[in-house]
C-alpha cells in the first residue's frame, strides 16, 4: 500500500507510519512542526528510513495513494484533507487507523490516565529481549529502541503479538477488542472521571482474556471485574511487591520471594513493572526470567531523563502533563534533593482550563517551601482553539496557597538566571523542544 500520514511528527502518527514503512509499504507524510523547523529531530529520523517528507500545504497528495491517515490535531480545513477528500482517497484518523492494525495482531493494549507509554515499551522491550519477537507500536520513545532510522516508538517482529498504548483521550479506546489488557489507573486528564471510568469499562469488557489491574487504584476500585489479574504495592493482589526501597535513581524489591531491580525512580514505576511483570506471568514466563533482565531496561525518552547530575547540581526533563502525573514526579524528586526550581509548561489551553484547580492544587501540595515554580506560556501547537485561560491564571491560584511561583514568557531569561538554583525540573507534554531546553539548562550549568 502507498499511504499518506499528515501529522507525521506527533508521537502516535510517527509509530504508525514507522510501523508501516517497516512492513513494507510505501509511507509519506508531513508535518507543520517540520515546516517551521527544519532541524526537527524527527524529521531527519524519518527520512532516513525511507519515509518522504513534504510540506503540509496539500501538494503531496495525489491519486497513487490508497489511503491518508490525520493526526487527530490536523482540522478539517487544512489543505490536505481537503485535497485528499476531492480526489476520493479514503481517510482515517491516527486512533481509526490504529484500531484496524489491532484487529490484525494478537493485541495487549496498555491504558491508563498515566504510566502507559513507559509500561508499553517496557513490555515491549521485555519481550524482545524474551525472544518473544512483539510488534510494538507505542506513544514514548524507548530509549533501546532508537536508532538513526527508527524514532523508538515502534518495532517490527515476526510474532503475531502487538504491544500497544491504548489512549483514552479521543474516545476510540472503546473500539479496540484486544486479547490482553492492562488498566494501570483513572484520574483526571482528558475528560472527567465519570466520562473515563466508562470508557475503561467498555475497554475491559471487549478484552478477551484476563485484564490486567492495579489494585491500589482508588478509581480503578470500583471496575475490577471478576476475572482480573491484579497487581499492588499496599493491598493484597496476584502480583504484590514486597521488600520495597527506594533509591533516588531506582527501586529493588521482591514479588514471590524473587528479588527485582528497576533502574528507574518512584512508586509510580514500580507500578508500571508490576504490570508487566504480572503480563508477561499471565503468558508463561518465569520471574526468574524477567528479573534477570527488568534491570537492563533504560526507559523512555523525556520521561525522566537525566542531563545532568554531578553530586552538586541536577537537571531532569520529564513529560508529566497531568495533575497525577505531576504529583508522581515531585514526590520522586522531592526525595533527591532539598531544594528544587520547577519549570513547567502546560500543554494545550483546553486541557488546562479543564484541570486549572487541580493542577493549581498539585502544586500547591508537592512544592515544599524551599522549592520555587517557574511557569512558562501555555504550549500552542496550532489550530483553531480558545485561548481563555494563560499561565498567569495557574499562577495566581498557586500563590493564593503561599507557594513561590512566577510566569516567565521568555526561556532565555531563566538561562539568564540559572545561578539562583542548582536543580531543574523541566517538564510538560507535546513540544520536543522542552528537551532541548533541559540539555541547554545542563550545558550552561555545567559551564557557568
Known amino acids: 500500500m502507498k499511504i499518506f500520514f499528515s501529522g507525521i511528527g506527533g508521537s502516535g502518527v510517527s509509530a504508525i507510519a514507522s510501523f508501516m514503512a517497516d512492513r513494507g509499504h510505501i509511507v509519506s507524510g508531513s508535518d507543520r512542526a517540520f515546516d517551521k523547523n527544519p532541524d526537527h529531530p524527527a524529521f531527519k529520523t524519518l527520512t532516513n ?32 484533507y481537503i485535497k485528499a477528500k476531492a480526489l476520493g482517497i479514503p481517510i482515517k484518523t491516527r486512533p481509526e487507523y490504529l484500531e484496524k492494525i489491532v484487529q490484525d495482531f494478537n493485541t495487549i493494549a496498555v491504558a491508563g490516565t498515566s504510566g502507559k507509554s513507559t509500561t508499553s515499551g517496557m513490555l515491549a522491550f521485555l519481550m524482545q529481549r524474551l525472544g518473544l519477537q512483539p510488534n510494538f507500536i507505542g506513544g514514548g520513545r524507548v530509549k533501546q529502541f532508537r536508532t538513526e532510522t527508527n524514532p523508538g516508538n515502534s518495532i517490527t517482529g515476526n510474532s503475531d503479538v502487538l504491544v500497544i498504548e491504548a489512549c483514552e483521550s479521543d474516545g476510540t479506546i472503546v473500539n479496540y477488542k484486544p486479547e490482553h489488557s492492562i488498566l494501570l489507573n483513572l484520574d483526571l486528564d482528558h475528560h472527567c472521571i465519570e466520562k473515563t471510568s466508562s470508557m475503561f469499562e467498555t475497554f475491559i469488557k471487549n478484552t478477551s482474556g484476563r485484564p490486567i489491574l492495579n489494585a491500589d487504584d482508588g478509581g480503578l476500585k470500583k471496575i475490577i471485574p471478576n476475572n482480573a489479574v491484579t497487581f499492588s504495592i499496599d493491598n493484597l493482589s496476584d502480583f504484590k511487591a514486597t521488600d520495597i526501597e527506594h533509591k533516588p535513581f531506582g527501586t529493588d524489591f521482591s514479588l514471590n520471594s524473587q528479588k527485582f531491580r528497576l533502574n528507574l525512580p518512584g512508586k509510580y514505576n514500580l507500578y508500571n513493572a508490576l504490570a508487566c511483570i504480572a503480563m508477561l506471568s499471565e503468558m508463561g514466563v518465569r520471574l526468574k526470567d524477567i528479573t534477570d533482565i527488568l534491570s537492563e531496561f533504560k526507559g523512555i525518552e523525556r520521561r525522566f531523563d537525566i542531563h545532568l547530575n554531578d553530586g552538586k547540581r541536577l537537571v531532569i526533563d520529564d513529560y508529566a502533563h497531568n495533575p497525577h502525573k505531576i504529583s508522581s514526579l515531585m514526590q520522586t524528586t522531592s526525595k533527591i534533593k532539598d ?97 532541548d531546553f533541559a540539555k541547554k539548562t545542563a550545558g550552561n550549568l555545567l559551564h557557568s
Open 49 to 80: 528510513k525511507g519515509i518522504e517528507i513534504v510540506p503540509q500545504d496539500g501538494r503531496g497528495i495525489n491519486e497513487s495513494f490508497d489511503l491518508t491517515i490525520f493526526s487527530t490535531a490536523v482540522e478539517h480545513d487544512n489543505p490536505e
Open 339 to 435: 531544594s528544587i526550581c520547577y519549570i513547567f509548561q502546560p500543554h494545550g489551553f483546553a486541557p488546562t482550563k479543564m484541570m486549572k484547580n487541580e493542577y493549581i492544587d498539585a502544586f500547591a501540595e508537592n512544592l515544599r517551601d524551599n522549592d520555587h515554580l517557574i511557569l512558562l506560556p501555555i504550549f500552542y501547537s496550532g489550530g483553531t482553539v480558545s485561548k481563555d485561560i494563560s499561565s498567569y491564571d495557574l499562577a495566581v491560584g498557586i500563590k493564593a496557597k503561599c507557594k513561590s511561583v512566577e510566569v516567565v514568557k521568555n526561556r532565555e531569561n531563566i538561562l539568564e538566571r540559572l545561578n539562583e538554583w542548582n536543580n531543574y525540573v523541566i517538564f510538560g507534554a507535546r513540544d520536543e523542544t522542552l528537551g
